[in-house]
């Protein structure tokens, strides 16, 4: 596993809830290409908000985020959108797949908000599909699909245009165990593949299993439960 | 007894068992929606409000023109009247009076009288005959000198309704100069006429002096008559025995047959009132179609949820129904209120026919019509209830487990559109609109219309996929535009929620445009060819320029040549309004100076030539080459030569040759001059020679005016009557604004998980507002296009159907490309607006929270 410069470097962050409770702090985290982390914790811990400040989306008290070597904490809302479309790739736990767009749209989606390239985005969005086993299925909709299947196209969607980073949020919390587990092995094989640095958020067991490294989110900081 | 029959309903449909269930939904539904329910309310509201209120003021108008009419009738229920204000021979009394089954009968003249610039109707009245027939024309001096009714027998005794009374400013003892058949008599106000009534504007003399003092001797006007027992005896077989002794220049007339008449003079624009303001009505249904689809939409798992507990289709059906009726109930409820306050105030402010100069008196005050109220609070409830059921039936529908799981999510962009539905109501439509009129009222052409506009609503879906499919395919363009394209492809169900009261209300208001367009350029166009002369002067109250008179004023300088016409009302019939006769001289027969539309060659031998005009042919069936009776001069067999445009008489016009006309009738006298002046002349000292060489006493009762006044006032009075449809139809196309803003701000706020997870991908704010800008105007364009379309659809059955069958006129077609422009333009910016607001709205929340699942 590569252990060279971190994809994503986060330093002695710091986030509070409005009243006395602070939810972390002094949090450090290096996510290296290639690398699936796994952050488990108790409800309320404040495992989505971490995720949500890795992703711009909200903001640290203290501490910085670094991602591809950008630093978060500099960036206005148009740079951390720009940022977001070209380096960081989501997962969530209800797909949020487009019913409206094929599912080679949807797929498509990221490459699409950066280039005009229709048919190279297209030609891409297959590729992905392929890899998910999905392929030849890009005109179908999202009605066609299980669940198991929409979260497979939200992978393909999360690391279609190679982000540096992808960011999955209880990825299987919407499917029974045995897809979820075929889904997770999929998603760490394409995870490793593309060489993106992952960071997961579970309150699944089974979830954690396949990642490299497992750490639990309390108050003070990241603990790390499993060792790479 | 009513509840045992409730419960046994309630019970068969499964609503006993969810009822608390449903009230929960229901009630939640209220709680934490009550915009959405009082803006559907308010809808069904307007609707109701204008429907009854244009009812009530058309309906109030019309009782207060009766009530004129019976005052002047004096409550006789059967009268001989003439057919002309030339009258009948007075000999035709005795006969009448002779015959079997009469018990009395009453002369009367009766003119077209002014007294302090003031219109009356002056009757002569023999005191005698009409104490036993029409006791209500007899006078009452209640105050001062000589009370009681002696001064009835006084040849210069008057009597003046309370309205006559009020609008002269006279009083008992005036001495009040009233002209009439062109005479002006000094007469003493003797006193009043208390069982007049308190609308008709009536004065009252004794017969002789009217005969004599207004040039009316040997002539009478009408004939009341007494039946000498009309509970026992026939009226038909009665009625049918007087009519044979009748001389051919009078008509029997019944006190039904003049209701008739005093109805279909303004009946046609009453219904097509009532017709526009039911537009907004159905805007308003449509409104509450909107709000329950998507309201549904939104609960849809909730619904999944009570299906999957254990509740019916049916209760589900019941719980969205039971909304639109509560919706509706209070939406009528306030409309018929909202309806009573707005007829007051138009009654107050525009008067009775609204402004388009069908009763010129008014009405006194709001006449409500406990029927009317209950009929529009039915269509308000029918309007919120239909426009439930469909979103009921939807909910119903939905697989319950697929519902829990997809969040009620049934869109499939691949799923192919029906149009059959819209094209199936469409040529219901075609064909309904190809029927003849019932009741001389074009009610399958309402039909034809209301078939038209439903198909062509059920067509938008299918509209706005065809509209956007090429864009959807070949869409190479920035990412927010695609996803706006994509999103209106694959649910143009959702543009046609929004769209389905606009496209309604907007297609009507097209209509309306490109029928009003076509009508004021046809009236234009028409004035343009029958005001050829330079100036005009018209005489009233019955006065006329005799042939000498004629002969010195053609004989002024500066006149190149004058001609001279008589035009008087002509009844043909008693249930129907007086058509215009006109005399005038045609010197070619064969190329009468008319807008004629048809013409035969030659007419028969021993017929007497007339032109008709167009609603007098299509109201009494006269065709060119017919021969036809006209009730001036006996036996006379007259033919129809040709068939004339005319926008100025609805009631029909026939025009006869003056010569003919002198001849038959023997009536000498003409009432208007068109004069056109010499070529070098100026029109300045022409006039002022013409006023001069008139009679002081015909000066002041000659009207002068100039062709561009003419065309001035009647545009301005086109302009008049067609101002409330405006109003009408400005209320239905904000009606339907509401509803496009309201579903497309719910489509857009339901969309927020969307918007959150397209923010997570990178698509900034200013994308998402893009999209939806793009999406608003796609809406709106597609509204705008649907709606200019089904409008000019409707415009055709307007313009062919509607107005002939309403109005007998036809004319062709106009297309307003202003109007259709600025519709589509403020359509498509309120809906880009709307939809930009409503994406401000959902994308101020929280990108986090907007993609959480449980949010």
């Not at chain 2, 009782?63 to 002047?72: D, E, L, P, T």
């Not at chain 2, 006559?164 to 009439?180: N, S, W």
């Not at chain 2, 059906?317 to 707005?342: D, K, R």
């Not at chain 2, 000066?699 to 545009?715: C, D, H, I, K, V």
Request: aromatic share 6%; glycine share 10%.
């Amino acid at each position: 596993m590569a252990q060279t410069v971190p994809r994503l470097l986060v330093r002695a962050l710091g986030k509070s809830v409005p009243g006395p409770r602070r939810l972390f702090q002094h949090l450090d985290l290096a996510v290296a290409s290639g690398e699936l982390v796994a952050i488990v914790g108790e409800s309320g811990v404040g495992k989505s908000t971490l995720l949500n400040i890795l992703a711009g989306l909200d903001a640290a008290e203290a501490g910085s985020v670094t991602i591809a070597g950008t630093d978060l904490g500099p960036l206005n809302e148009a740079a951390r959108t720009k940022l977001r479309r070209e380096q960081i790739g989501f997962v969530f736990q209800a797909f949020h797949i487009l019913p409206y767009l094929t599912l080679r749209q949807n797929v498509a989606l990221p490459l699409a908000l950066v280039s005009p390239d229709a048919r190279a985005a297209e030609r891409r969005a297959n590729a992905m599909l392929d890899a998910v086993g999905l392929g030849g299925r890009g005109d179908g909709y999202a009605r066609d699909l299980s669940g198991g299947e929409l979260q497979r196209v939200a992978i393909a969607r999360a690391l279609v245009h190679r982000p540096a980073l992808i960011l999955a949020d209880e990825p299987t919390g919407n499917l029974d165990p045995e897809t979820a587990a075929r889904v997770l092995t999929l998603f760490a094989e394409a995870v490793r593949h593309h060489d993106a640095a992952c960071v997961m958020v579970t309150h699944s067991a089974q979830s954690a299993m396949i990642a490299d490294r497992v750490l639990q989110l309390n108050a003070d900081g990241l603990v790390e439960l499993r060792g790479g | 007894m009513q509840m045992v029959w409730w419960n046994c309903v309630a019970a068969k449909s499964g609503l006993m068992s969810g009822r608390l269930a449903l009230r929960w939904l229901i009630g939640g539904e209220w709680r934490f929606h009550p915009a959405r329910f009082a803006m559907t309310a308010i809808a069904i509201a307007v609707g109701v409000a204008l429907g009854f209120a244009v009812h009530l003021v058309n309906g109030s108008a019309l009782a207060s023109f009766n009530g004129a009419m019976r005052g002047i009738s004096g409550g006789a229920a059967l009268s001989v009247r003439a057919t002309s204000p030339l009258g009948f021979d007075e000999q035709t009394y005795p006969e009448i009076a002779r015959a079997e089954g009469v018990a009395d009968a009453s002369p009367v003249v009766s003119l077209n009288a002014r007294a302090r610039d003031v219109r009356l109707t002056l009757l002569g009245v023999d005191i005698t005959r009409a104490a036993a027939v029409t006791p209500a024309l007899i006078g009452m001096n209640l105050r001062g000198p000589g009370a009681g009714n002696e001064t009835a027998f006084d040849e210069t005794a008057l009597f003046l309704s309370h309205q006559a009374m009020a609008r002269t400013h006279a009083r008992v003892g005036t001495q009040l100069a009233v002209i009439a058949n062109g005479r002006t008599v000094l007469l003493r106000v003797a006193g009043t006429l208390p069982a007049a009534g308190d609308t008709a504007e009536l004065a009252v003399m004794d017969i002789a002096a009217a005969q004599w003092r207004f040039g009316r001797l040997g002539r009478i006007d009408r004939l009341d008559i007494a039946l000498s027992d009309p509970a026992a005896a026939d009226p038909a077989a009665a009625e049918a025995k007087l009519r044979a002794r009748l001389p051919p220049n009078a008509v029997l007339s019944s006190e039904a047959a003049q209701t008739a008449q005093s109805d279909a003079v303004s009946r046609a624009y009453r219904v097509n009132l009532d017709m526009l303001a039911l537009v907004a009505l159905l805007t308003g249904g449509f409104l509450v179609y909107s709000a329950q689809s998507l309201s549904v939409v939104r609960r849809q798992r909730a619904f999944a949820l009570l299906r999957t507990l254990g509740m019916d289709r049916h209760s589900v059906i019941a719980a969205v129904v039971a909304e639109g009726l509560a919706i509706g109930l209070i939406g009528a409820s306030v409309g018929l209120a909202s309806g009573y306050a707005l007829a007051w105030a138009a009654l107050r402010w525009l008067g009775g026919d609204l402004g388009a100069g069908y009763f010129g008196g008014g009405a006194n005050g709001v006449v409500f019509q406990p029927g009317a109220a209950a009929v529009f609070l039915a269509l308000g409830l029918l309007a919120a209830v239909l426009g439930s059921a469909v979103p009921a039936w939807t909910a119903a529908r939905a697989a319950p487990a697929a519902a829990l799981k997809n969040a009620g999510d049934v869109r499939d962009p691949r799923q192919r559109v029906a149009w059959w539905p819209a094209a199936v109501l469409m040529a219901a439509g075609a064909g309904a609109a190809l029927m003849p009129p019932v009741a001389r009222l074009p009610l399958f052409g309402y039909i034809g219309m209301a078939l038209l506009l439903a198909g062509g609503v059920a067509g938008v879906p299918w509209f706005a996929r065809a509209l956007i499919a090429p864009l959807a395919h070949r869409w190479r363009g920035a990412v927010p535009d695609m996803l706006a394209i994509r999103h209106l492809y694959g649910a143009p169900g959702e543009a046609a929620t929004a769209l389905c009261g606009i496209v309604a209300s907007t297609a009507l208001m097209i209509a309306m445009a490109t029928m009003v367009s076509s009508f004021r350029g046809a009236v234009d166009d028409w004035l343009g060819s029958v005001l050829d002369g330079d100036v005009y002067l018209r005489t009233n109250a019955g006065a006329s320029f005799d042939p000498a008179l004629r002969a010195r004023l053609s004989a002024i300088p500066g006149v190149a040549s004058m001609t001279f016409s008589r035009q008087l009302p002509l009844t043909i019939a008693p249930d129907r309004p007086p058509l215009a006769l006109i005399a005038r001289p045609v010197q070619d027969r064969t190329n009468p100076p008319l807008a004629l539309i048809a013409r035969v060659a030659q007419t028969p031998t021993n017929t007497v030539p007339v032109w008709v005009s167009e609603p007098a042919q299509r109201l009494y069936g006269w065709n060119p080459g017919d021969t036809i009776a006209l009730p001036i001069a006996g036996q006379t067999r007259f033919s129809v030569a040709g068939v004339w445009r005319d926008y100025g008489r609805q009631a029909g016009a026939v025009l006869i040759d003056d010569r003919d006309y002198e001849r038959l009738t023997g009536d000498s006298g003409r009432d208007q001059i068109a004069v056109t002046l010499a070529r070098e002349a100026q029109l300045a000292p022409v006039v002022r020679s013409v006023l001069a060489a008139l009679p002081p006493a015909l000066r002041s009762q000659t009207e002068m005016t100039e062709p561009a006044t003419l065309r001035r006032f009647a545009l301005a009075l086109f302009d008049r009557s067609f101002a409330v449809t405006y109003v009408l139809e400005a209320v239905a196309i904000l009606v339907g604004l509401a509803g496009v803003a309201a579903t497309l701000s719910a489509q857009t706020i339901a969309r927020a998980q969307e918007f959150g997870m397209l923010r997570h991908l990178g698509v900034t704010r200013q994308q998402v507002s893009r999209m939806l800008a793009a999406q608003g105007v796609i809406v709106g364009l597609t509204g705008a296009l649907a709606g200019i379309a089904l409008g000019l659809i409707l415009a055709q059955v307007l313009i062919h159907v509607i107005n002939p069958q309403s109005f007998n006129w036809t004319m062709s077609t106009r297309i307003p490309f202003g109007t259709l422009a600025g519709v589509a333009a403020a359509l498509t910016g309120a809906a880009a607006l709307t939809a930009i607001i409503a994406g401000r709205h959902a994308t101020a929340q929280s990108a986090i929270l907007s993609v959480r699942e449980d949010w």
